[in-house]
């Protein structure tokens, strides 16, 4: 089983964009699992943010990001993205990806017990 690595956060402020990268901390493994967003900020809850199929082909997002957030996957690198746009203040959260190895065709963005292979999380502030 591999591990998740997440990349990309930091500090940003209110309408800036950043762009999070999940990827198999051996750079040669390869998988086609689905892939989960998800965050957790402080004293609340984790959530799923958005998803990708393995394919890529399908994807799905939180109605708090829908188009701000893009999920994407480059398989020839093991790499997914998450581009995030129009960042505000409550897209404060540390950030991490995991994989599904349940789902065959799709995503789905929880529960969180189904999903595997957890990143350590980046970090990302949306502040003025």
């Known amino acids: 089983q591999f591990k998740l690595v997440e990349s990309g956060g930091g500090l940003v402020q209110p309408g800036g964009s950043l762009r999070l990268s999940c990827a198999p901390s051996?750079?040669?493994?390869?998988?086609?699992?689905?892939i989960g967003w998800f965050r957790q900020a402080s004293g609340k809850e984790r959530e799923g943010v958005a998803c990708?199929?393995?394919?890529?082909?399908?994807?799905n997002y939180v109605d708090s990001v829908k188009g701000r957030f893009t999920i994407s996957r480059d398989n020839t690198k093991g790499t997914v993205s998450l581009q995030m746009n129009s960042l505000k203040p409550e897209d404060t959260a540390t950030y991490y990806c995991?994989?599904?190895?349940?789902?065959?065709?799709?995503?789905?963005?929880?529960?969180?017990?189904?999903?595997?292979?957890w990143g350590q999380g980046t970090e990302v502030t949306v502040s003025s």
């Open positions: 990708i199929s393995g394919s890529g082909g399908m994807t």
């Open positions: 051996d750079q040669f493994t390869r998988h086609n699992y689905a």
């Open positions: 995991a994989a599904d190895p349940t789902i065959i065709n799709g995503c789905r963005r929880g529960p969180s017990y189904v999903f595997t292979s």
